[in-house]
């Protein structure tokens, strides 16, 4: 079956404006998190969703990140004001059931640059 | 808290040559470990994970880790490398009992020489 998708692959976008990115987990998938990844680092731990609620957003680095997944499915990270440092790949990825060790499928990523 | 440390950003083996990728954790309570590889510009892939069962796991495309307690160490190897194995390697720790949220080492590229 089709695996992670995020949309858009890449988004350029100019300092203090505001981005969504959209990623659509696995079918069935009831866990999703979002990661992010700066040059040369491995990915960085932002938000997790176990159905439509944040199971646990301790990873968010400021009130400028805010996600959303109101019907458990499709979620959405947003973030406003953007700055320079906000520029990295950001990863989606979906789990099947709420398990510990449960292997964590990720999608190729949308890369955002803040001009 | 937890973490993970990757000795070695860069690696560099002759193909057919064995593949050492070495990855130690702090974790105040037994955690769960995990191996994932990140081709160029592709998403990362699982290629094994040790959770508390046998502590040697096996993955796929012949690699293997050994999870040692006392060394607090899962380390990666495969015996003999493949041009198609260069990539990044990201080793992984989630708390057994915490958040699912998984803790990834800065990563290890590899690179294969013919």
């Known amino acids: 079956g089709a695996g992670v998708s995020q949309t858009p692959s890449n988004k350029v976008t100019e300092k203090g404006k505001y981005v969504e990115l959209r990623c659509d987990p696995i079918?069935?998938?009831?866990?999703l998190y979002w990661y992010r990844q700066s040059l040369g680092q491995g990915p960085e731990f932002l938000i997790y969703?176990?159905?439509?609620?944040?199971?646990?957003d301790s990873g968010l680095p400021n009130d400028r990140f805010f996600a959303v997944r109101p019907e458990g499915s499709v979620s959405t990270l947003k973030i406003q004001r953007t700055e320079r440092g906000d520029s990295a790949v950001y990863l989606c990825a979906s789990s099947a059931i709420r398990g510990r060790s449960d292997t964590q499928y990720f999608g190729p990523g949308t890369r955002l640059t803040v001009l | 808290a937890q973490s993970v440390t990757q000795l070695g950003s860069h690696v560099s083996v002759s193909e057919g040559a064995l593949v050492l990728l070495r990855c130690n954790y702090s974790s105040s309570v037994p955690p769960y470990l995990f191996w994932y590889v990140q081709y160029p510009n592709q998403g990362l892939q699982l290629l094994l994970k040790y959770t508390s069962a046998a502590t040697l796991v096996k993955g796929i495309n012949g690699f293997e880790a050994e999870f040692k307690k006392s060394e607090t160490s899962f380390h990666l190897t495969k015996p003999s490398a493949h041009m198609s194995d260069a990539a990044e390697y990201f080793c992984a720790v989630m708390t057994q009992g915490g958040s699912e949220k998984l803790v990834f080492g800065k990563g290890t590229k590899l690179t294969v020489n013919p």
């Open positions: 079918s069935g998938h009831t866990a």
């Open positions: 969703f176990q159905g439509t609620g944040a199971a646990d």
